[in-house]
């Protein structure tokens, strides 16, 4: 893979201040417009001196008509096509591998351009396809269930790399159609749903997650419902308030105790951001998405952890407050973890108390178990270029650790 001349911060577009000048190809090297928000391409058009409105022609053809092949742009003359060629690239992530369950999930491996692998998993369920994608490579919050956090941290995802991985699901979808149907990203048979929910801690890749959501939801771009794309923070208070400034894209916090030992155990960036901050950052985002809108808590069951009816009081208590819905995940064993799932009568035992007490909750079904599709354990397996996973099982086993 080429390397990437870095335009991913969502500010860098006109009038936007620092940052405004936009990506330039006057130093030899081809911009991935993979990597540009619709301003910035305007941009970059005009100061190579074409018109902005090639920005939507050349949108269209790469997200709408999922073509990359500069000839193929037939609104294009000869000597713009040639242009084309001159200052842009098309990169996106390489697949490495590609695997699809008995119930029709789909989970690559995608190579990124720092050259490291990442996860994408797609759901296909009663007329949504929803796409989970990676905003790291690997995770350094290290939330105890976690099979990413075991692995270590390794980068940052470019916006490009992130928007690819909607590209590249997209792309398939598209394959897969009949023939004369037409496959848009964002309608029945695209790409209908982003969550990203899969490797890595999004709002601390804060920059490249707010450009490429940007682009999930732009009309030239996925053109996905803002309801539908949703960023999941394990509870980065600052990025949440900052988020609110910037966005409306739908949030989803990854909860998984209602007290703050337990917490503190499972998810440790709440010794730095404990749930009452948190809570009171959940209430400030909901508040900027308008009445009709939620936020959606997660919680991971874990079988005798945080899964009996007083945990699910407390939390019914704990979240009195703030405009949810709750996201109920019997947890997803994988080697060297120590947590176990729940049976399915006290799964629906939590579910039921908290539906009386007045809470959307929804259960969410395993899919894709003959995949390795739990976050993070196909990579696992595929590439550990820290080995930190094996060292966490060691200390499991010696006794080390929890
Ligand atoms: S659950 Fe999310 S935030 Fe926590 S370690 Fe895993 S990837 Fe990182």
Redesign the pocket.
């Given at each position: 893979m080429t390397s990437e001349a870095r335009v991913d911060n969502h500010n860098a577009v006109p009038g936007a201040g620092e940052g405004d000048a936009a990506p330039s190809a006057a130093d030899g090297e081809r911009v991935n417009l993979f990597s540009l928000s619709r301003a910035q391409m305007e941009a970059f058009f005009v100061e190579q001196g074409e018109k902005a409105f090639r920005a939507r022609q050349i949108m269209k053809w790469m997200y709408h008509r999922g073509v990359l092949d500069v000839d193929a742009m037939t609104d294009l003359s000869k000597r713009q096509r040639a242009w084309l060629k001159e200052v842009a690239r098309f990169d996106l992530p390489e697949v490495v591998t590609r695997k699809e369950s008995r119930d029709g999930t789909v989970k690559w491996i995608v190579r990124v351009a720092n050259g490291n692998c990442v996860e994408t998993v797609l759901i296909p369920d009663k007329g949504r396809n929803t796409l989970c994608v990676s905003s790291?490579v690997g995770?350094?919050?290290?939330?105890s269930?976690?099979?990413?956090?075991k692995q270590g941290f390794n980068g940052n995802l470019s916006t490009s790399d992130i928007v690819g991985q909607v590209w590249l699901a997209d792309a398939e979808l598209r394959a897969r159609a009949a023939p004369g149907e037409v496959v848009r990203p964002g309608e029945p048979g695209g790409v209908t749903n982003v969550v990203l929910?899969?490797?890595?801690?999004p709002l601390l890749n804060f920059d490249n997650v707010v450009a490429a959501t940007d682009l999930m939801m732009d009309d030239l771009a996925f053109g996905i419902s803002k309801r539908r794309v949703t960023i999941?923070?394990?509870g980065v208070v600052p990025g949440i308030y900052r988020l609110a400034e910037v966005s409306d894209v739908s949030l989803a916090i990854?909860l998984h105790a209602p007290y703050d030992p337990l917490r503190d155990e499972l998810?440790p960036?709440n010794r730095k951001y404990p749930i009452e901050d948190l809570l009171a950052a959940c209430r400030h985002y909901v508040a900027g998405l308008g009445e009709r809108r939620s936020l959606t808590m997660e919680y991971t069951l874990l079988q005798g952890v945080n899964d009996s009816l007083e945990d699910a009081r407390a939390l019914a208590a704990l979240l009195r407050d703030v405009r949810c819905k709750i996201n109920l995940i019997p947890f997803n064993p994988f080697p060297g973890s120590g947590y176990q799932r729940p049976d399915e009568g006290r799964v629906r035992a939590f579910q039921t108390l908290l539906m009386n007490a007045g809470y959307a909750t929804m259960l969410r079904t395993t899919r894709g178990d003959d995949i390795d599709a739990a976050?993070?354990q196909l990579v696992g397996q595929v590439e550990d270029r820290t080995r930190r996973k094996e060292r966490y099982i060691a200390r499991r086993r010696a006794g080390e650790v929890a």
């Open positions: 790291q995770c350094m919050l290290d939330c269930f976690c099979s990413t956090g929910m899969g490797m890595g801690e999941s923070t394990a990854s998810v960036i976050c993070g």
